[in-house]
């Protein structure tokens, strides 16, 4: 009753509690995607001004990507169904985009619906097709199947042949850092530290410092550069000489491009001017003898975080790293030919119960550096799509840093400044996580995207034709063409 003091008590009609239900579940379905807007806007990557495959942009301060909240049950059975865009939807789209002048009229594309695994559409999606660093998805999803993702790697000091020596044995982990010059915090996920693993060593050694240091990169093999690099690769700054054994990833210090020659022996020289500052300590190439005693070690982060961190900043020394130790975890040589090997021999069953032949795979570099690289974009969608299945298999559990890894459109990594402003492509912000390939003439975009229905789509995009100074015009034609997708029901 009106005018009496106390407001009467709404009630909720059936319409209310229907709307009520459906923005709390338009809610649990943006949470469980893993937009993670709030959290990217405060992450600082690689910029995109920086193409993937060309030269590695300085290694941010600032946080990674952490894992993304689990998927709430509610979420699968949303995906499961909302309905699939068409064949036919899919492809008007694909033939309007192909009118965009830096495509050059060509485009493979292959899309599946990430839940069932079926190709929606695929054009040109068996050619193998030179990836740039689309590449590194495959080279990710081997690191994981072949390894431990809680594994870490270990940079050692032993004990020296003669009194006076010690000896650096690198383990492989291109993210060991040198203290930075402006006393910056390592930030995430924490590298190893080479001033950690030097305190140790002094503490071992006690009063006396070293003489020499030798320093040993026995783990690797083979050539220093790949099959198919440009001989710039490595005094542009693209990638360091594959070592097992580099400080801030080769770089002659860590706030720059520029990377050593000798990376090794330069580490080396730190660890000696850490150990004894202003004294003279010679530094060269050698080895432990048996048994030497270990005088200190430190650890990378996880293979998980250092997936996520490759993907995240398409980091080419990182994937040679990754793609060498799935090498030594097949029983192959550290070699770009063996890591190459490994990598196809890893994939290959289940790319073949995908129905991708084994040879879809043929890469030489684990980067996507290398212009001998082939890879079919019907591999890589199968890839994502493994990664993003939850089948119970436990794949999903195991491959969940590629897909965390992948930088989201708009927010984080190699895409944190697309997505942004061209209308064609915002309706792909926040709801596409994607890894990027630049080489001349090539321009790729791979990764997952959610539909406006509410479909998972997993998606590899290639044009391979792309006119010369007409790879920025690409990007934005392939990310136009992304926008399509997430934003239409495509039926």
Not at 226 to 237: C, E
Not at 476 to 484: I, P, Q, T, V
Request: charged share 15%.
């Amino acid at each position: 009753m009106s005018g009496t003091g106390a407001p009467t008590a709404r009630r909720w009609g059936p319409a209310a509690v229907l709307v009520l239900v459906l923005v709390l579940v338009l809610l649990v379905v943006l949470v469980g995607f893993g937009l993670v807007a709030l959290q990217a806007r405060d992450r600082t990557a690689a910029p995109s001004t920086v193409p993937s495959g060309s030269p590695s942009a300085v290694p941010s301060a600032g946080p990674s990507l952490t894992d993304p909240p689990e998927r709430p049950a509610l979420l699968a059975e949303l995906e499961a169904t909302a309905p699939a865009p068409s064949p036919a939807g899919l492809d008007a789209l694909v033939t309007s985009a192909l009118a965009a002048p830096a495509l050059g009229g060509r485009l493979s594309v292959s899309v599946l619906d990430a839940t069932t695994g079926e190709p929606l559409l695929e054009r040109d999606a068996r050619t193998p097709l030179l990836p740039a660093s689309t590449a590194k998805i495959a080279t990710a999803v081997a690191v994981l199947t072949a390894l431990d993702p809680d594994d870490r790697l270990t940079t050692r000091v032993l004990a020296g042949p003669a009194p006076g020596e010690v000896v650096l044995v690198g383990g492989g982990d291109p993210t060991l850092a040198a203290p930075r010059p402006d006393g910056a915090a390592p930030g995430y996920p924490v590298p190893a530290q080479l001033a950690d693993l030097a305190a140790q060593v002094r503490t071992a050694l006690g009063a006396a410092p070293p003489t020499r240091v030798l320093v040993d990169e026995s783990l690797y093999s083979g050539d220093r550069t790949g099959p198919g690099w440009r001989p710039t690769y490595v005094s542009q700054g693209a990638v360091a000489p594959v070592v097992p054994l580099l400080l801030d990833g080769g770089r002659v210090r860590p706030d720059r491009l520029a990377r050593s020659p000798e990376p090794g022996l330069a580490a080396g020289a730190a660890l000696a001017a850490l150990l004894a500052p202003g004294a003279p300590v010679e530094v060269a190439r050698g080895a432990a003898p048996p048994g030497a005693a270990e005088l200190g070690a430190v650890q990378s982060p996880t293979i998980a975080q250092l997936v996520e961190q490759m993907l995240q900043r398409s980091d080419n020394d990182l994937s040679e790293a990754l793609a060498r130790h799935v090498a030594l975890a097949t029983g192959r040589p550290a070699s770009f030919e063996g890591a190459a090997q490994a990598v196809r021999e890893v994939l290959g069953p289940s790319l073949q119960a995908a129905g991708v032949a084994p040879d879809a795979v043929a890469l030489v570099d684990g980067s996507g550096l290398s212009r001998l690289n082939r890879l079919q974009p019907a591999a890589v969608s199968r890839l994502l799509a493994r990664a993003a299945a939850d089948d119970g298999s436990g794949d999903v559990e195991r491959l969940q840093p590629v897909l965390s890894g992948l930088p989201v459109g708009g927010f984080s990594g190699t895409l944190e400044d697309r997505y942004r402003e061209a209308a064609a492509a915002l309706p792909a912000a926040g709801v596409l996580r994607a890894k990027t390939g630049t080489l001349d003439g090539v321009s790729a975009l791979a990764g997952l995207l959610r539909t406006a229905d509410g479909r998972l789509l997993a998606f590899d995009l290639t044009a391979d034709a792309v006119p010369t100074g007409a790879n920025r015009q690409a990007e934005a034609a392939l990310d136009a063409l992304a926008g399509a997708l997430a934003g239409c029901g495509c039926r």
